[in-house]
């Protein structure tokens, strides 16, 4: 499966994005898909991950302020950014662990093994 992300931008602290990975066919479904971060001279963490049932998990530093959703029959994975702080400054990678589908888990970043080119959010 291959995937494309969208939707970053630069914008002020306390504001919105929504970010959005299409998927190349509807076999995504199946999978764990997370979404995932790094910033300059860091290592990339895992921010949140949603199973095939469309259950969802966070990473601490953003739970309360993210949602991650899907969309089956657009073949579509979001990332709702709400109340952004410049920490979160960073490019934002989606991706698909193809061997698992449940006990999905943003954390364990090395399992995940198609990635998208990124889309780079800037919170000032």
């Known amino acids: 499966v291959q995937l494309v992300e969208s939707g970053g931008d630069s914008v002020q602290a306390g504001g919105s994005l929504k970010l959005s990975c299409a998927a190349s066919?509807?076999?995504?479904?199946?999978?764990?898909m997370g979404w995932f971060r790094q910033a300059p001279g860091k290592e990339r963490e895992g921010v949140a991950a949603?199973?095939?049932?469309?259950?969802?998990t966070y990473s601490y530093s953003v739970m309360g302020r993210f949602t991650i959703s899907k969309d089956n029959g657009q073949n579509t994975l979001y990332l709702q950014m709400n109340g952004l702080k410049p920490e979160d400054t960073a490019m934002y990678y989606c991706?698909?662990?193809?061997?698992?589908?449940?006990?999905?888990?943003?954390?364990?970043?090395?399992?995940?093994?198609?990635w998208g080119q990124g889309t780079q959010v800037t919170v000032s």
């Open positions: 066919d509807y076999t995504y479904n199946r999978y764990c």
């Open positions: 991706a698909a662990d193809v061997f698992k589908g449940s006990w999905c888990s943003p954390h364990l970043v090395q399992e995940y093994q198609n």
């Open positions: 949603i199973d095939r049932a469309g259950s969802p």
